[in-house]
């Protein structure tokens, strides 16, 4: 089991650098304010409200919780990820899916995809001037490359949160999870994408979900 638990630390590492150099680099501030801009549910409120909530969510006790629930809620997701695919895993008849199986095929299938993102992102916040970058990309990855892109502007916040959710690196990370639990589960390649879309389908409806309630 070393080898995952290894794995998750660079994961979460990376991850958590980058997300500490977003906010430092464009400030945290600007982030939220861009954030709750875009939702529905405060179009309505005074300005000084506006304000006043912004200054809440930005502070530096906020910031501090930003910085040490990222790597919580990373770790949190991985390992509930692998567990996910263990149960999916022997609900299409695996009988040889263990619980650090179900861990190493979740994170090893992450790390690829996630540190070209990471790696990315962070040339990205090096060489643009922090007015320069799009807030709209932080949810997504200041390297992007899914559907949204293709979304003019205007789009429906619903729409690109699904369109957001399918790109180049969820695809690369699900092949990765289909290939390890064909070889590590014993089971068929549909199987394996039954089991791997399932739950993608179920992150991105987790993503959307919000979009819908809160626009």
Do not use: C, N
């Not at 200054?55 to 991985?78: E, N, R």
């Not at 695996?94 to 861990?103: A, D, L, P, W, Y």
């Not at 205007?154 to 399918?166: C, E, F, V, W, Y």
């Not at 068929?188 to 991105?204: D, E, F, H, K, N």
């Amino acid at each position: 089991p070393r080898q995952w638990i290894l794995a998750l630390i660079v994961l979460v590492l990376a991850v958590t650098a980058m997300q500490v150099l977003v906010v430092e680099k464009i400030g945290l501030k600007a982030i939220v304010a861009h954030r709750l801009k875009q939702s529905a549910a405060v179009e309505s409120l005074p300005k000084e409200q506006l304000d006043q909530i912004i200054a809440q969510q930005s502070g530096t006790t906020a910031k501090s919780i930003t910085y040490v629930s990222t790597p919580i809620a990373l770790t949190v997701a991985m390992l509930l990820g692998g567990l996910i695919y263990l149960l999916g895993a022997k609900l299409v008849g695996s009988e040889t899916m263990t619980v650090f199986k179900g861990f190493s095929v979740f994170i090893y299938s992450s790390i690829p995809p996630t540190l070209v993102m990471v790696a990315g992102s962070i040339i990205i916040l090096l060489l643009k001037p922090s007015q320069d970058i799009d807030l709209s990309s932080i949810d997504y990855g200041l390297l992007r490359a899914d559907l949204g892109l293709l979304m003019p502007e205007g789009t429906s916040r619903p729409l690109l949160a699904l369109l957001g959710s399918i790109g180049v690196f969820q695809i690369w990370g699900w092949m990765l999870a289909a290939t390890g639990l064909q070889r590590l589960g014993r089971i068929s390649a549909p199987a394996a994408w039954i089991v791997v879309l399932t739950l993608g389908a179920v992150g991105i409806a987790f993503k959307v979900l919000p979009a819908l309630l809160f626009g």
